[in-house]
């Protein structure tokens, strides 16, 4: 099963990492219908594990690359506060929130520690 994961994985990380940041933009920007789910703060958690996909597929994507990891991890940060500009800027029906972008990089650091602990070191993907 791992070589099977590791096939499917090995030559479409970066279209998997690029199809989740194009993800992440349009429901970041599309308007969306009240949640059937009220949680409290149900959205941060959304933030927080849509970040932490997003970081974690362009580690592992660049992983071969000559690319420091913090600057993948600093360009996914600014990604998120984009984004958050965005909804400010160019939609009337979304609204941007310093809390969002705190649980954006707290999935962020999340994925990178992740990644560091069990993917930098070892080469099984």
Known sequence: MQ?????????????????????IAILSLIKVGPQPIQINNL???E????????????????????INDFIIVFCCVIYGIIIEVLQVTITSYRSGDVLDIIANTTG????YIIYF????KNEAI
């Not at 994961?5 to 990492?17: C, E, S």
């Not at 602990?117 to 930098?120: A, N, V």
Request: charged letters at 15%; zero cysteines; a positive charge.
């Open 43 to 45: 959205d941060k958690y």
């Open 108 to 111: 962020i650091l999340i994925a």
């Open 3 to 23: 070589k099977l994961i590791k096939n499917l994985l090995k030559g479409n990380l970066i279209i998997i990492a690029i199809f989740v940041t194009t993800s």
């Open 47 to 66: 933030h927080l594990l849509a970040y932490f996909v997003l970081s974690f597929f362009w580690l592992l994507a660049l992983k071969k690359a000559k």
């Open 117 to 120: 602990l069990f993917f930098k």
